[in-house]
T-cell receptor
Framework: AQSVSQHNHHVILSEAASLELGCNYS??????LFWYVQYPGQHLQLLLK??????LVKGIKGFEAEFIKSKFSFNLRKPSVQWSDTAEYFCAVNDPGGGNKLTFGTGTQLKVEL | DTGVSQNPRHKITKRGQNVTFRCDPI?????LYWYRQTLGQGPEFLTY????????KSRLLSDRFSAERPKGSFSTLEIQRTEQGDSAMYLCASSAQGATTDTQYFGPGTRLTVL
């Protein structure tokens, strides 16, 4: 079965600091990869996704993620965080050959301080 | 903006009672998913429908859980004889079927508290 690991459970950064959140998955075949974000009091929203092609994916609000197949990783990055980026971030994997369900990591709580 | 909607948003019930949640997907989406999320965890897959057909169920979905999507539009998730361990956020998502572009969009969830 698929598994997704997010190694950073809580991250605290100051505004303008750079962000990198780790995500590793277990499946060795073709996968679709996602980052979702949940702002306080809001529902899960899609941040970005990777299906194929350029392994560097750009999403909303200045976020990007890089798919490195050899490392089974899909790390999320942002060069300069803002206070409004305070949220919980979830990495998810969809194995196209194993049904359409998403397997999520446990999430990373990001707090950005002014 | 006609996103995924879920009702009720909150449900408090006593152990042993039955509860039913409703999900209305994005109108043109033919796939509908249910997930459960507990504190400190990511969402866990429960089941999914393609149109009316329930195509996959997780082993998390015990016999007390049943989901339906009778006309391929809205879906209901029923939990019979609730237990305290059923307390969680129940999330619904929908997507449009596509070979490589199956992106799921989530609703706000129904928070269930079993006393």
């Amino acid at each position: 079965a698929q598994s997704v690991s997010q190694h950073n459970h809580h991250v605290i950064l100051s505004e303008a600091a750079s962000l990198e959140l780790g995500c590793n998955y277990s499946y060795g075949g073709t996968v679709n990869l996602f980052w979702y974000v949940q702002y306080p009091g809001q529902h899960l929203q899609l941040l970005l996704k990777y299906f194929s092609g350029d392994p560097l994916v750009k999403g909303i609000k200045g976020f990007e993620a890089e798919f490195i197949k050899s490392k089974f990783s899909f790390n999320l990055r942002k060069p300069s965080v803002q206070w409004s980026d305070t949220a919980e971030y979830f990495c998810a994997v969809n194995d196209p050959g194993g049904g359409n369900k998403l397997t999520f990591g446990t999430g990373t709580q990001l707090k950005v301080e002014l | 903006d006609t996103g995924v909607s879920q009702n009720p948003r909150h449900k408090i019930t006593k152990r042993g009672q039955n509860v039913t949640f409703r999900c209305d997907p994005i109108s043109e989406h033919n796939r509908l998913y249910w997930y459960r999320q507990t504190l400190g965890q990511g969402p866990e897959f429960l089941t999914y429908f393609q149109n009316e057909a329930q195509l996959e169920k997780s082993r998390l979905l015990s016999d007390r859980f049943s989901a339906e999507r009778p006309k391929g539009s809205f879906s209901t998730l029923e939990i019979q004889r609730t237990e305290q361990g059923d307390s969680a956020m129940y999330l619904c998502a929908s997507s449009a079927q596509g070979a490589t572009t199956d992106t799921q969009y989530f609703g706000p969830g129904t928070r269930l508290t079993v006393l």
